[in-house]
C-alpha cells in the first residue's frame, strides 16, 4: 500500500483526508500521463471514463477530476451513477485507456474514494500508482524527466467531456445476455444499500422474468450503506422472510461485492456463494484447472468442504485485486472474499455483485434447488472478528504486547482453529479474527487481544 493508495483506491472522508484538490491533481497527471502515452505511439486523443456512486461528494470529485484531465488535454466520457464492474467493462470493451470509479464502497457516506483501472478494466498497476503518489506529493520521474507541473493543454488540445451514459446502458445489456435461463416464477429481494445498483439490479432481474422487491434503492446522497446493504444484512433477512421471498442479494455501496439470503431468511456470504458455484462449475467439467482461489480471511469450513469433493484452493493477501491478480496468473475461472468480492474471470476482471446475483441464480434455476439446499454440505466454523478504528494501523500489529495476546490465544485454540491481525487496506482500523469449533472461545482469544490494544492506548 501506498502513501494515499490503499488496496482499493485512494479513500477518506469527504474534504478531509481526500479533498477536492487531490481529486483536480489525479486529473491533472492521468490525463497528462496517459495524453503523453497515446502521442507517443501515434494516436489520437486519450480517454478516461469515470463512474460515482450515490454519495454527495460524489458531484465535487466527478467535476475535479474532468477538469484536471481535460485541462491536461485528455477527453473525459462520464457514466455518472453506475457500479465499480461496469467501468472496468467499459474500460475493457470499448477500448478506453483509464477508468477512473469514485466510491468509498461499503464505507459511510462522509468518506469517498477514488479507484483507477488500466485499459485492461483491471485494477492499476502499482507503478502508475506511485507516479500519481509522487506527483501529488510534489514532483514525478515520468517518460525521462523530472516534473513538478503537468504541463496545461491549450487551444485546440484542450480535452472536453462526453455525457455517457450509453456505456452505462449497453454494460446492463451485458448482464443480462449473460442470463442463460428465464427467472419466471422466482421471487427475488434485492437491497441495493441506496448505492450504485439502485438503478440497474431491478431492470436486470426484470429483464430476465424475476418477480422482483427492493429495498435501499432510494438514494438521496447520504444514506448510502445506512443500515442497508451488504454489511447491513439483517435488513435484507427480515425483509425476505416477511416478503415471503425465495431469495435475497445484498449490493454494497458500489455494487461489487454480493451477499445472499436464502429463503429463510439465512446469510450465504461469499464463502458459501464459491463452496456452490465451484462445485456446480465442476460438476458441468468447467472449473478449470479444478482450483478456488480464496484469502486468508476464508472460513475453515470453505477448505474442508472443498477438500471432500476433490476441489483445490489457494490462498491470497486480503483484497480482490490480489485474487484477481493470481487468477491470472495461474488461470483460474474462480476466485473471492467471503465478504462477497467474487469473482467470474471469463466475464469480469474484479469483483461483481449483480454478475454474482445471476450466477447463483443460474445453479438454483439449473438444479430446481433452493439457496439453503445448494449450500448445505458447507458447514461454516465459529468465527469471531473486531474491527478495532485505531490511531496507527502499523504501530498496533507491530506491538509486541499486542502480538503475546495474539500468541496466547493462538495457543489456545491449537490446530483446530487460528487467529489472525491485520490492517484494513480502505481505512483507520485493525482487524482481530478467531476460528475454532468454540465460539465462546473464538470470542474469548479476540477479546483479549482488544483489550490490550486499548491498553496500549491505540484507540482512535
Known amino acids: 500500500m501506498g502513501k494515499y493508495f490503499g488496496t482499493d483506491g485512494f479513500r477518506g472522508e469527504a474534504n478531509k483526508e481526500l479533498t477536492a484538490e487531490h481529486a483536480f491533481k489525479i486529473g491533472r497527471f492521468l490525463g497528462w500521463y496517459f495524453q503523453e502515452k497515446k502521442r507517443g505511439e501515434g494516436g489520437e486523443k486519450a480517454r478516461i471514463v469515470i463512474g460515482k456512486d450515490t454519495r454527495r461528494s460524489g458531484y465535487m470529485f466527478e467535476y475535479a477530476l474532468s477538469g484536471g484531465i481535460v485541462s491536461s488535454g485528455a477527453d473525459v466520457y462520464l457514466l455518472h451513477v453506475t457500479t465499480t464492474p461496469s467501468v472496468g467493462y467499459v474500460v475493457r470493451s470499448e477500448g478506453f485507456d483509464c477508468g477512473i470509479m469514485i466510491s468509498a464502497s ?22 502508475t500508482i506511485a507516479l500519481i503518489e509522487s506527483y501529488l506529493d510534489g514532483a514525478a520521474d515520468v517518460f525521462g524527466q523530472r516534473f ?25 445489456g451485458y448482464l443480462i445476455s449473460l442470463g442463460v435461463y428465464s427467472f419466471k416464477g422466482w421471487k427475488v429481494g ?14 436486470v432481474f426484470d429483464a430476465l422474468g424475476a418477480t422482483t422487491f427492493t429495498m435501499g434503492a432510494e438514494p438521496d446522497g447520504t444514506n448510502i450503506n445506512a443500515g442497508v446493504g451488504s454489511t447491513q444484512i439483517h435488513a435484507l433477512r427480515k425483509f425476505v422472510v416477511e416478503k415471503g421471498l425465495d431469495i435475497g442479494f445484498a449490493y454494497d455501496g458500489d455494487a461489487d461485492r454480493c451477499l445472499c439470503v436464502d429463503e429463510n431468511g439465512e446469510l450465504v456470504d461469499g464463502d458459501k456463494i464459491m463452496y ?35 476441489i483445490a484452493y489457494e490462498k491470497t493477501a486480503v483484497g480482490d485485486k490480489y485474487v484477481y491478480e493470481r487468477m491470472a496468473e495461474g488461470g483460474f475461472v474462480l476466485g473471492g472474499e467471503q465478504s462477497g468480492h467474487i469473482i467470474f474471470s471469463k466475464y469480469a476482471s474484479t469483483g461483481d455483485g449483480i454478475l454474482t446475483s445471476l450466477k447463483v441464480m443460474q445453479a ?7 439457496l439453503s439446499k445448494l449450500v448445505e454440505p458447507m458447514k461454516t ?28 490465544g493462538e ?17 483507520p482500523v485493525v482487524r482481530v479474527m478467531a476460528e475454532a469449533e468454540n465460539e465462546e472461545l473464538c470470542r474469548e482469544c479476540v477479546a483479549r487481544v482488544v483489550r490490550m490494544i486499548e491498553e496500549k492506548g491505540y484507540l482512535a
Open 106 to 127: 461499503h464505507n459511510p457516506f462522509h468518506d469517498n474514494g477514488i479507484k483507477l483501472f488500466n485499459g485492461a478494466g483491471e485494477k492499476m498497476d502499482e507503478e
Open 148 to 172: 513538478l507541473e503537468a504541463p496545461y493543454a491549450t487551444g485546440a488540445n484542450i480535452g472536453r467531456t462526453v455525457d455517457y451514459v450509453a456505456g452505462r446502458n449497453r454494460y446492463v
Open 190 to 203: 434485492l437491497d441495493c444499500a441506496n448505492g450504485s445498483a439502485w438503478n440497474i439490479a431491478k431492470n
Open 276 to 310: 456452490a458455484y465451484a462445485r456446480y462449475m465442476k460438476e458441468h467439467g468447467k472449473l478449470v484447472k479444478n482450483t478456488v482461489v480464496t484469502t486468508v480471511m476464508s472460513n475453515f469450513g470453505l477448505y474442508k468442504a472443498l477438500d471432500e469433493i476433490g
Open 364 to 370: 438454483l434455476v439449473d438444479k430446481k434447488t433452493t
Open 381 to 408: 466454523y465459529p468465527q469471531a472478528l473486531e474491527n478495532v478504528r485505531v490511531k496507527d494501523k502499523k504501530a498496533v500489529c507491530a506491538d509486541k504486547d499486542v502480538l503475546e495476546a495474539l500468541r496466547l
Open 411 to 427: 495457543e489456545k485454540i491449537g490446530d483446530t482453529g487460528r487467529m489472525m491481525l491485520r490492517e484494513s487496506g480502505t481505512e
